[in-house]
Each structure stands twice: as structure tokens, then as C-alpha cells.
């Protein structure tokens, strides 16, 4: 059986907007630099991939002082109509481990 390397990934299951989530969800004072290293993604694309959570109700972004705090709404729907019956709790659990 031919094994693939972690390197070796033209596509993935799990999307950049899951994976930014679970970062903030993981660690709530995280600066958008250390998500991007940490997702393998520009800064830039982890601010439009929080501006986009933000918009759509599923992080809540409260200043303070110079930092970001988040808040995940993890009670929400996903949103694919396939998987409205599971919740972005759901998809941390499976991420992450337990909400």
C-alpha cells in the first residue's frame, strides 16, 4: 500500500475557515500572525477568513486594549444544507476535542 506524505497535498478535507476557527477557538487572544503560521495561510487571508466568520455569526471580535479576544458560537448550524444538523460545536469536537 502506497502511503502519501504529509507534504504530498493538492487538496484537503478540511478548509481553511475550519482550521482558523479551531485556532480561535483553541486559543481566543491569539494574534492573527500566529494563526496564519499556524494554518500554513498569509495574515491577510486569516483576517478575511475571520472578517468572514464574523459577518456570517459564528466569532464575536471584542477589542481590548491593543489584542483581539474571540468568542466561538459553537451552538450554530454549519452551513452546508447537507450539514445543518450538526453544529460548528460538532466540527470543534472533531478538530479539536471537546467543546
Same mark, same amino acid.
Given at each position: ?6 507534504? %504530498? ?47 456570517? @455569526? ?5 477589542? %481590548? @486594549? ?23 460545536? %460538532? ?9
Amino acid at each position: 500500500m502506497n502511503r502519501i506524505s504529509s507534504d %504530498d497535498h493538492g487538496w484537503r478535507f478540511v478548509t481553511n475557515h475550519a482550521h482558523v476557527l479551531e485556532c480561535v477557538y483553541a486559543e481566543p487572544e491569539s494574534r492573527l500572525r500566529d494563526i496564519a503560521d499556524h494554518v500554513g495561510i498569509t495574515e491577510r487571508a486569516v483576517a478575511s477568513i475571520v472578517a468572514d466568520l464574523e459577518a456570517a @455569526g459564528y466569532v464575536t471580535k471584542t477589542r %481590548d @486594549g491593543r489584542r483581539n479576544t474571540y468568542e466561538v458560537h459553537a451552538a450554530l448550524p454549519l452551513r452546508h444544507p447537507n450539514h445543518r444538523h450538526r453544529t460548528v460545536g %460538532d466540527l470543534l469536537r472533531f478538530l479539536h476535542g471537546p467543546v
